[in-house]
């Protein structure tokens, strides 16, 4: 057993438990994070499997963009008035 | 090893599909589902001590192993195409939140 | 309730998934994660370049005018064998960004941001927002070398459209002016392609010479699309982030 190894087996095993938190987390605010983090360790992921391309992809986008359009999203409606 | 962990991951997003009753929740799950299979077809390309599929000056011949390119391709655009399908969902969550005032679907039946 | 049936449909799905993958008899059984005999697979020929049925070795830096020129294999995929995929692909972009443009519709006026950036802020975003674009630039026009390529260089650019408009509160990207570098870039795109029906025989076929593998000025056509690419993922994205900072103006 490598390094890599023992590095992608805790990745992949964190991202399965961010996984679970995003989708139990109690406030929204904390669903986008824990999705950023898992698309960060996704990074990780990709770059032990030797695919560079898609991983400056995924941390363009996946950790970048999309996290912030859920934030701006749930911003707008904080400030609308209603209950996020 | 990956591999196994992005299936759990895929099965993990499929169970927030089922599950969740909240919007922004349910485009969460996608995006849960669609790191998944990324990491899933990524990993099918991959050869034990295989390089990085680019010619440089220190790994400069054809003939040497390397892993394969195209799932790397087919996953570059479907991320791309991750975004656009992320952002249409949000912009809908947004028009719902702007008519009902709230993201859980359960609430909105009502009015 | 809910949560059970969901968890027991899950679990049906997970066995079902890994007994199909691991677990089935010698025809079906899938590769073991990194087992993999590139030999059995098409890939072999965009490694070596050999569609065509070209036999010799690509050397860095020595081969000249090989099928498709480029260096990083991922790119000689995305634009070059597999290039009505990606065209396709920009397509389903522009329609999603599209999607965006027509719900968050009407006459639009930014969003007050909670505290009012100060100039320190502004100017150093500024500095901040050149170096970006010069890098995002940079890996479009380096993407049959390094890692990197059109996607990740659009997507750079619009995180610098993103930057701006976080430290600046009256910052708006022209509308029109993104509308019409992303209407340019999508017709040149497919003006490229019916130019390889043209000069070449097949839609989207590499017309130019392809030159020495690993140089910048190389691969023919493969530059030219990335870069075209590129402008177009950067506008649409940048477009779909005003739509997503700007409230409508009432009345």
Redesign the interface.
């Known amino acids: 057993m490598t390094v890599l190894?023992i590095i992608?087996?805790v990745?992949?095993?964190l991202?399965?438990v961010l996984?679970?938190l995003?989708?139990n987390a109690k406030k929204?605010f904390n669903?986008?994070i824990y999705?950023s983090m898992?698309?960060m360790l996704?990074v990780v992921?990709?770059v032990?499997?030797?695919?560079?391309?898609?991983?400056?992809?995924?941390a363009?986008?996946?950790s970048?963009?999309?996290t912030?359009?859920?934030v701006?999203?749930?911003f707008?409606?904080k400030?609308?008035?209603?209950?996020? | 090893?990956?591999q196994?962990?992005?299936i759990?991951?895929m099965l993990?997003?499929i169970?927030?599909l089922l599950?969740?009753r909240?919007v922004?929740?349910l485009?969460?799950?996608l995006?849960?589902f669609e790191?998944g299979l990324?990491?899933f077809i990524?990993?099918i390309?991959?050869v034990k001590d295989?390089?990085?599929?680019?010619l440089t000056s220190n790994n400069e011949s054809s003939a040497m192993l390397y892993?394969d390119p195209l799932p790397?391709a087919l996953?570059?655009t479907s991320?791309?195409i991750?975004?656009g399908v992320?952002?249409l969902a949000?912009a809908l969550?947004?028009k719902m939140?702007?008519k009902y005032?709230?993201?859980d679907m359960d609430e909105m039946g009502g009015k | 309730m809910k949560q059970i049936v969901s968890i027991l449909l899950v679990a049906a799905i997970g066995i079902l998934i890994f007994s199909a993958l691991y677990f089935s008899d010698e025809t079906l059984k899938f590769n073991e994660y990194g087992n993999v005999n590139l030999d059995d697979r098409v890939s072999e020929k965009y490694i070596d370049k050999s569609v065509n049925g070209n036999t010799e070795e690509i050397i860095f830096g020595e081969t000249q005018n090989a099928e498709s020129g480029s260096a990083?294999m991922?790119?000689s995929v995305v634009v070059n064998y597999r290039s009505f995929d990606t065209l396709g692909e920009v397509t389903v972009l522009f329609v999603s960004a599209l999607g965006v443009g027509l719900l968050l519709n009407g006459k639009r006026k930014r969003?007050n941001l909670k505290d009012a950036p100060n100039f320190i802020l502004k100017q150093g975003a500024r500095i901040i927002f050149g170096i970006m674009v010069v890098f995002g630039v940079y890996?479009f026009i380096h993407g049959h070398i390094t890692?990197?390529?059109g996607?990740?260089g659009g997507?750079?650019i619009?995180?610098s459209i993103?930057l701006l408009y976080l430290s600046d509160d009256e910052f708006r990207v022209k509308l029109s002016a993104a509308k019409a570098v992303e209407s340019t870039a999508g017709s040149l795109y497919v003006i490229v392609g019916l130019l390889g029906i043209v000069l070449a025989g097949y839609f989207l076929q590499n017309f130019l010479p392809t030159g020495t593998v690993g140089e910048v000025i190389s691969s023919g056509v493969i530059p030219i699309v990335y870069m075209l690419i590129g402008l177009k993922v950067g506008s649409e994205?940048s477009s779909?982030?005003d739509g997503?900072?700007t409230?409508e103006v009432e009345g």
Do not use: W
């Open positions: 190894d992608s087996i990745a992949g095993s991202m399965v996984g679970v995003a989708l929204l669903t986008v999705l898992m698309s996704a992921c990709f032990i499997m030797r695919a560079p391309d898609v991983a400056i992809t995924e363009v986008i996946g970048g963009l999309v912030a359009l859920f701006f999203t749930l707008a409606g400030k609308a008035g209603g209950k996020a | 090893m990956i196994y962990f992005s759990v991951l993990v997003g169970y927030g599950s969740q909240n922004i929740k485009i969460a799950a995006n849960i790191i990324n990491l990524v990993s390309g991959f295989g390089l990085v599929p680019i892993v790397h996953v570059l991320i791309v991750g975004v992320t952002a949000l969550a947004k939140h702007d005032g709230t993201y | 990083n991922v790119t969003k890996m890692p990197g390529g996607f990740p997507a750079i619009a995180a993103l994205l779909v982030i997503f900072l409230e």
